[in-house]
């Protein structure tokens, strides 16, 4: 096989700005998504069934349909209704964000009803208010089993924000298509574009085995 390094050189420029893009596409969905995230597990576990199902219904969506058609609708849709014109980087900041809010949802519900019960009831009957209870006692145990879940989902939110490529957010597959574009090759643009996405994930998939051990020390 003819494998031409030297494409992949003249292009390193260029993908070393899509990696830095991607990588802030990434920390961004993964910020806002777990702030909404929270927001929205604490509102579909609430005690009043009619107050959860705003918070059902948007897990269900945004967990039930595909991201690229998620991204089309927010980048065709959506942004340009609201900024005026369309913007593949907002567009995809926002789908990003509101996708991992759906599935990082879940999984705040999930660790926090993992508690026991026993651990509410105690800290309402030393006096704490239930925002106190939780944000002092249920959720700092709740986090140390949801971190291994959390890497999971930021691990594939870093993968799939390669779907941005599609509104020509210029992340590395951006560049790797228009690299397959112009020189009519297959092998260095995907080969090279999937050696970046594995460097990234393995070493989020280090960090946060850094911040378990840690976490399980204390």
């Known amino acids: 096989m003819d494998f031409r390094f030297d494409i992949i050189v003249e292009y390193s420029p260029y993908l070393v700005k899509g990696t830095l ?16 995230g929270l927001f929205i597990g604490l509102g579909k576990i609430q005690s009043r069934k009619l107050l959860t199902w705003p918070f059902v219904w948007y897990i269900t969506f945004f967990r039930g349909t595909p991201l690229f058609v998620q991204i089309l609708l927010i980048h065709f849709g959506v942004v340009p209704m609201i900024l005026g014109e ?74 799939e924000s390669s779907l941005a490529a599609i509104v020509a957010t210029p992340e590395i597959m951006y560049w790797g298509r228009a690299m397959a574009g112009q020189y009519y090759r297959v092998w260095e643009p995907y080969l090279t574009a999937a050696v970046i996405y594995l460097i990234l994930t393995l070493s989020l998939s280090f960090l946060l085995n850094i911040l378990e051990r840690r976490l399980k020390t204390e």
């Open 86 to 159: 369309t913007n593949g980087i907002v567009a995809t900041i926002v789908a990003l964000s509101l996708n991992a809010a759906a599935y990082i949802a879940e999984i705040f519900r999930a660790g926090i009803q993992s508690i026991d019960r026993g651990q509410m009831e105690a800290a309402r009957s030393l006096g704490m208010t239930h925002v106190q209870a939780m944000r002092y006692v249920i959720l700092p145990q709740a986090f140390k089993r949801m971190i291994p879940p959390l890497g999971n989902e930021f691990i594939v939110l870093i993968k």
């Open 21 to 36: 893009l991607t990588i802030g596409l990434s920390l961004a969905g993964i910020f806002i998504g777990t702030i909404l």
